[in-house]
């Protein structure tokens, strides 16, 4: 197909060569290449995987006849359909799995392949170069190499551009920061949280002049940003936007001036579904080149808009607004992705506490606090309490427990009378109080 063969010659050149191209590229074209990829994927889809073509024979949909979205009515895939059928999308046998978690509790299982993977280390490669990162930068990565997906396709995206890496993973900021020095670094890759824990260390300590503090997997708090900025001088934050599901960048901010995350229309054709009166409604993507698993008008449960005004860096994608929040009960805190059930979890085996709870996620300055809110009977003393509910954390959710121990957040206790926490009918489990920004 010609628009999968333009991107196969753009992205055997150089990094640079793919940036520059890409400012210099027509919006025309990106929408005619978008919306042939479209066409392609849905019949691609229905071919060969045994989800979709139930689903269209079902609904029926012709997918020859689709040309765009809206071709497709009000069907959307959701991440419930991923988490009960995974292998139902599968168009072909697939390589690599990683999991995203989910507000059940229950875990998506996202499949790829090797070659996949590197075409998305292509893009991110030329992602990095359009923002000025350069061959003399020396990067460390410290996104987390696990289950997840971060740290894998950063390295890719830094292996494809020939960078050089200090491939760190989430570990103890400490311990990368004593390499800083050694290694020259002018980049630092990396979850807020972690990043934000970094930060304190080099202003107690003495920082080093940084070029760029590329962040993303989860949100910035306020005034972090200036923050890392100064203490960091001469350095500018960057914001990236990305899921498991998605696999790649949805978005990313390429430049001081863009305030707003450019949509990568080469791999993805976002939507907004059922958008309020002032544009802002989920988002929705099709994966465009995936064969694999292809996702088609995916509702990922965050909440944003699109604007179609070209951007005052002359880049022509398509911009999307920083995430308002999310639509389910999930709530993505430095501590990750959290669900009712987790507490629900950790808390059940802790005796002294009744079943009425509450987590609420604040912010404190810079530094996220998770605030827990517990009918506590007589007897139980501080101590013990805090003994208990950490050894649960621990063995229940040892993620969690070690974002904790790394210092990216914050635990509190606040006692409560048996009785009293509930209200009304219904207690609310999980509240998030921040102003959320992405």
Same mark, same amino acid.
């Given at each position: 197909?010609?628009?999968?063969?333009?991107?196969?010659?753009?992205?055997?050149?150089?990094?640079?060569?793919?940036?520059?191209?890409?400012?210099?590229?027509?919006?025309?074209?990106?929408?005619?290449?978008?919306?042939?990829?479209?066409?392609?994927?849905?019949?691609?889809?229905?071919?060969?995987?045994?989800?979709?073509?139930?689903?269209?024979?079902?609904?029926?949909?012709?997918?020859?006849?689709?040309?765009?979205?809206?071709?497709?009515?009000?069907?959307?895939?959701?991440?419930?359909?991923?988490?009960?059928?995974?292998?139902?999308?599968?168009?072909?046998?697939?390589?690599?799995?990683?999991?995203?978690?989910?507000?059940?509790?229950?875990?998506?299982?996202?499949?790829?392949?090797?070659?996949?993977?590197?075409?998305?280390?292509?893009?991110?490669?030329?992602?990095?170069?359009?923002?000025?990162?350069?061959?003399?930068?020396?990067?460390?990565?410290?996104?987390?190499?696990?289950?997840?997906?971060?740290?894998?396709?950063?390295?890719?995206? #830094?292996?494809?551009?020939? !960078?050089? /890496?200090?491939? %760190?993973?989430?570990? @103890?900021?400490?311990?990368? &920061?004593?390499? *800083?020095?050694?290694?020259?670094?002018?980049?630092?890759?990396?979850?807020?949280?972690?990043?934000?824990?970094?930060?304190?260390?080099?202003?107690?300590?003495?920082?080093?002049?940084?070029?760029?503090?590329?962040?993303?997997?989860?949100?910035?708090?306020?005034?972090?940003?200036?923050?890392?900025?100064?203490?960091?001088?001469?350095?500018?934050?960057?914001?990236?936007?990305?899921?498991?599901?998605?696999?790649?960048? #949805?978005?990313?901010?390429? !430049?001081? /001036?863009?305030? %707003?995350?450019?949509? @990568?229309?080469?791999?993805? &054709?976002?939507? *907004?579904?059922?958008?309020?009166?002032?544009?802002?409604?989920?988002?929705?993507?099709?994966?465009?080149?995936?064969?694999?698993?292809?996702?088609?008008?995916?509702?990922?449960?965050?909440?944003?808009?699109?604007?179609?005004?070209?951007?005052?860096?002359?880049?022509?994608?398509?911009?999307?607004?920083?995430?308002?929040?999310?639509?389910?009960?999930?709530?993505?805190?430095?501590?990750?992705?959290?669900?009712?059930?987790?507490?629900?979890?950790?808390?059940?085996?802790?005796?002294?506490?009744?079943? @009425?709870?509450?987590?609420?996620?604040?912010?404190?300055?810079?530094?996220?606090?998770?605030?827990?809110?517990?009918?506590?009977?007589?007897?139980?003393?501080?101590?013990?309490?805090?003994?208990?509910?950490?050894?649960?954390?621990?063995?229940?959710?040892?993620?969690?427990?070690?974002?904790?121990?790394?210092?990216?957040?914050?635990?509190?206790?606040?006692?409560?009378?048996?009785?009293?926490?509930?209200?009304?009918?219904?207690?609310?489990?999980?509240?998030?109080?921040?102003?959320?920004?992405?």
């Amino acid at each position: 197909m010609l628009a999968r063969f333009f991107d196969d010659i753009t992205l055997n050149f150089s990094p640079w060569f793919s940036a520059g191209l890409a400012r210099k590229i027509p919006r025309s074209v990106y929408d005619w290449k978008r919306a042939e990829l479209f066409r392609y994927t849905v019949r691609y889809a229905y071919r060969h995987s045994k989800f979709y073509r139930k689903k269209f024979d079902l609904l029926g949909i012709d997918p020859r006849k689709v040309k765009t979205p809206s071709d497709l009515g009000d069907f959307f895939t959701t991440p419930e359909d991923v988490i009960s059928g995974a292998e139902d999308f599968l168009c072909r046998r697939p390589q690599i799995v990683f999991e995203s978690s989910g507000t059940t509790g229950k875990n998506k299982r996202i499949y790829y392949s090797y070659d996949e993977i590197d075409r998305i280390g292509k893009y991110n490669a030329a992602g990095l170069a359009l923002g000025g990162v350069t061959h003399d930068d020396r990067i460390v990565n410290a996104f987390d190499f696990c289950i997840w997906i971060p740290g894998l396709i950063s390295h890719k995206g #830094l292996e494809k551009g020939c !960078f050089f /890496e200090l491939a %760190a993973g989430k570990i @103890d900021p400490a311990e990368v &920061y004593k390499r *800083i020095g050694v290694y020259n670094i002018t980049v630092l890759m990396g979850e807020p949280t972690w990043l934000i824990k970094l930060t304190e260390i080099a202003e107690k300590k003495g920082s080093y002049p940084l070029k760029f503090i590329i962040a993303g997997a989860e949100h910035m708090p306020e005034g972090a940003r200036a923050w890392m900025e100064e203490v960091w001088k001469p350095a500018r934050v960057r914001m990236v936007y990305g899921t498991v599901e998605a696999g790649g960048i #949805l978005g990313f901010e390429a !430049f001081e /001036e863009c305030k %707003a995350y450019h949509v @990568d229309e080469n791999n993805f &054709y976002l939507e *907004i579904a059922d958008p309020d009166r002032e544009g802002y409604g989920e988002i929705a993507y099709t994966t465009l080149g995936r064969t694999t698993m292809p996702l088609i008008r995916y509702k990922n449960r965050d909440i944003s808009r699109l604007s179609d005004k070209i951007c005052e860096c002359g880049l022509p994608y398509r911009k999307l607004e920083r995430l308002r929040g999310r639509s389910d009960e999930m709530v993505v805190a430095s501590g990750g992705n959290l669900y009712p059930l987790m507490f629900e979890d950790v808390l059940k085996g802790v005796d002294c506490v009744t079943t @009425d709870w509450q987590v609420v996620i604040k912010s404190r300055g810079m530094k996220e606090v998770m605030e827990l809110n517990l009918e506590v009977r007589n007897g139980c003393a501080d101590e013990t309490l805090r003994e208990r509910v950490f050894s649960r954390i621990k063995s229940c959710y040892p993620d969690l427990w070690k974002n904790y121990s790394l210092g990216t957040f914050e635990i509190e206790f606040v006692r409560h009378p048996a009785g009293s926490l509930r209200a009304g009918r219904k207690l609310l489990r999980l509240v998030d109080r921040r102003r959320v920004q992405y």
